[in-house]
C-alpha cells in the first residue's frame, strides 16, 4: 500500500458556461504537474456509455498526489485558491456546484509486519 491521495473533483457548471469552465480547469494543469508531489493531475469531461450510467457532475478533475501533505500544499497555492474564489464562490463565477474529496487505497488499520 501506499501514501498516495487520490482526488476526484467534480464541478457543475452554471448554463452554458461548460465550455469556458473546462477551459479554465485546463489552465490549472500546466503549473500544477510541475508541484512536487504531484503524480497525476488530469481534467476530464462526462462521456455517455451504456456501462457507465451513474450520477455525476459533467467536468471532473482526476488527482493523484504522493501523500497528504502535497496535496494541501496544492490546496494552499495562490492559484487554486484565486480559481474557488473567482469561479466557484463569486456570484458571477462559472460553477454552480463543486465536490472535492479524497481517497486513500491503504484499507483501514491497515497493518502489514516488515519484512526482514
Known amino acids: 500500500m501506499s501514501k498516495k491521495v487520490y482526488c476526484i473533483a467534480q464541478f457543475l457548471p452554471k448554463p452554458g458556461q461548460e ?3 473546462f477551459q479554465v480547469l485546463q489552465a490549472l494543469e500546466p503549473n500544477t504537474l510541475r508541484e512536487d508531489g504531484c503524480l497525476q493531475y488530469r481534467v476530464t469531461r462526462h462521456i455517455a456509455s451504456p456501462f457507465a450510467e451513474g450520477e455525476s457532475f459533467p467536468i471532473v478533475f482526476n488527482e493523484i498526489w504522493q501523500d497528504m501533505a502535497a496535496f494541501e500544499a496544492h490546496c494552499q497555492r495562490a492559484e487554486i485558491k484565486a480559481f474557488f474564489e473567482r469561479y466557484c464562490l463569486a456570484e458571477d463565477g462559472l460553477a454552480a456546484k463543486w465536490n472535492v474529496c479524497v481517497y486513500s487505497d491503504e484499507p483501514e488499520q ?4 516488515v519484512k526482514k
Open 19 to 21: 465550455q469556458a469552465l
Open 110 to 113: 491497515y497493518y502489514a509486519p
